[in-house]
């Protein structure tokens, strides 16, 4: 049996993700190319996902916008009954003959997204940083502007990364080298 492919593209909008309604992205402008193709065992999906989607700031609550970029795979199979053998697998009845990808195209979007979604430098709600600026100080005669707190969070969020990104069984064998 030989290889046929067929193209598609999708152009994922506000009326999608509402529609969709799932938890993590509601708004936003998706571009999904698809190449679909027959191999002799199974159909192959090829998703490319381009876009923004807004997502609240962790910091302030506003909606901001992220970019996202992917590239995922879909096999799909026919059986007698509908399952999700794995991540990437879908056996589909071979009597329906069918599927229905939105759902697959909204988490593809949805695992695109960064963990940690925070407004640039200067970006956040200033009644948010100021709402947070008064219950962050320790003592009432403590003035710190509410651009010291912001930047003092991103000090901190950095401060974090920093942190977790020496994992810590380096430092065990950083002793073994130590004793040499």
């Not at 974090?160 to 380096?170: A, G, I, L, V, Y």
Request: hydrophobic fraction near 35%.
């Amino acid at each position: 049996m030989q290889e046929s492919s067929c193209s598609y593209e999708f152009l994922l909008d506000n009326v999608f993700f509402l529609n969709i309604d799932g938890p993590e992205v509601q708004k936003g402008k998706v571009n999904v190319a698809l190449v679909v193709k027959k191999t002799p065992t199974a159909f192959e999906l090829d998703f490319q996902t381009d876009g923004t989607v807004l997502v609240p700031c962790d910091r302030c609550l506003d909606e901001m916008e992220v970019t996202i970029t992917s590239k995922d795979k879909l096999f799909v199979k026919f059986g007698s009954d509908y399952a999700e053998e794995n991540d990437n697998m879908v056996i589909v009845p071979e009597v329906e003959g069918e599927i229905n990808i939105a759902w697959f195209m909204y988490e593809f979007i949805a695992l695109a997204i960064p963990m940690k979604h925070v407004h640039a430098p200067g970006k956040c709600n200033k009644g948010m940083v100021s709402k947070l600026n008064k219950h962050l100080r320790t003592t009432i005669d403590d003035e710190t502007s509410d651009e010291d707190i912001e930047s003092s969070v991103e000090e901190e969020a950095i401060e974090d990364m920093e942190e977790t990104s020496t994992d810590p069984r380096w430092n065990e064998l950083k002793k073994i080298l130590d004793n040499n």
